[in-house]
């Protein structure tokens, strides 16, 4: 029998024009903000000046670290902690996609502990981090459910691990998620970060511990992603499908918090801690279907509901439906040109064995959920058949 436990602490604003909320709400967290952010969309959107502009407004002086890159590394986290450390900084403002925010979490439990980032990590110096700061997250993707959600995935680049932490402090106290910042995000970003949403609403829905709490978000989301990511990847400015892509990423990233990902999210860590250069979301896109052919006999039940009603598959028998579910995601990842061979993509076949044995040792909390208990050499078949 199903078991649920919650534990949801994030205030959530979600709306056209959320980011304005900024301004009354920041007045309560301090006096002094580290804006945290990548190196150019939110300056180029300018995004970033209006966030300086409304802190300004409600009296907060604000810092600006904008080194941030898609893999987030722990140099740059170890380095806006010390200037946390320096400036007295009150809060954090993660603004951005996944990996700022995801920065800003993981600067919020270095900076007022002692040490590296690499301490508070479970395959690091596995310290729990007692203190944190207030981490405010205003995403700009549709994807990564981090709003939602108390996870970091953060690389060392000198192990080449990909880790995802999560503690109850690095929830982020508030988040506003805002569809109009979003519908500049261009078209292969919309589908990655999409995909990465869909991904963690599958995984969610085909893990051990899914309950009815999560599936039915996690279905929801599936389905606003299948109908409005085609709209939103043609028509950027399409307000409709923003709104749904946001809600669906949103809502994907509280099935995570209450359910989980499964080992799709730990092949990906494998392959992108080796190519960082290779997107998540697509990371996700190349391993996802492979691996549910590979688990198929103890998840066809789970995949055939996936079938009918997020794809509208109309077959009875769940052996045929939940086959035929997964022609149909390899169908519309096709759409977006999502359906990439590994070796397409620069990785050297003698790489796979430590892709594998790195993803499921760093995110074997997620392959233990994952049916069909996986061994670290099956992952390394699943990338041999991507290959
Ligand atoms: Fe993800």
Redesign the pocket.
């Known amino acids: 029998m199903f078991k649920i436990s919650s534990y949801l602490p994030t205030e959530i604003i979600f709306r056209v024009g959320a980011v304005d909320e900024l301004e009354e709400r920041a007045k309560k967290l301090g006096k002094k903000a580290l804006i945290v952010t990548g190196r150019s969309s939110t300056k180029k959107t300018g995004l970033l000046q209006r966030v300086v502009d409304l802190l300004k407004k409600a009296g907060v002086e604000s810092f600006v670290f904008d080194k941030i890159i898609p893999n987030p590394i722990s140099d740059h986290v170890d380095e806006a902690a010390e200037i946390v450390r320096k400036e007295k900084i009150d809060f954090i403002i993660g603004l951005g996609g996944?990996s700022p925010i995801d920065s800003a979490k993981a600067i919020s439990i270095t900076a007022p502990n002692e040490g590296k980032f690499w301490d508070y990590v479970p395959v690091g110096g596995g310290k729990i981090p007692e203190k944190s700061i207030p981490v405010v997250a205003i995403p700009t993707t549709h994807?990564?459910?981090t709003e939602a959600d108390p996870f970091a995935?953060i690389t060392n680049p000198q192990t080449k691990e990909k880790v995802g932490i999560g503690y109850r402090n690095t929830f982020p106290v508030l988040s506003l998620v805002d569809p109009e910042v979003m519908k500049t995000l261009p078209k292969d970003q919309t589908a990655y970060t999409s995909m990465?949403?869909f991904?963690?609403a599958i995984e969610s829905f085909l893990n051990v511990n899914a309950n009815p709490y999560s599936d039915v978000l996690a279905l929801d989301a599936m389905k606003r992603i299948v109908t409005y990511l085609p709209v939103a990847y043609e028509n950027g400015e399409d307000m409709e499908a923003r709104t749904n892509l946001a809600w669906a990423s949103t809502e994907a990233g509280i099935t995570?918090t209450l359910t989980g990902?499964i080992a799709n999210?730990a092949l990906?860590h494998g392959l992108s801690g080796f190519y960082p250069e290779i997107t998540?979301?697509l990371g996700?896109c190349i391993t996802g279907p492979y691996l549910f052919e590979y688990i198929f006999d103890h998840a066809y039940e789970r995949l055939a509901i996936v079938g009918r009603e997020v794809f509208g598959v109309y077959e009875t028998d769940d052996r045929k439906a939940g086959r035929i579910a997964i022609k149909k995601l390899r169908d519309f990842q096709e759409m977006f040109g999502l359906n990439k061979r590994l070796s397409e993509l620069g990785v050297k076949k003698e790489d796979i064995p430590k892709m594998a044995e790195t993803g499921y040792r760093i995110l074997n909390g997620v392959v233990v959920v994952t049916p069909g208990n996986l061994t670290a050499k099956d992952m390394e078949e699943i990338f041999n058949r991507c290959y």
């Open positions: 996944g994807g990564t459910g995935v990465d949403a991904y963690h995570e990902v999210h990906e998540h979301g996700l």
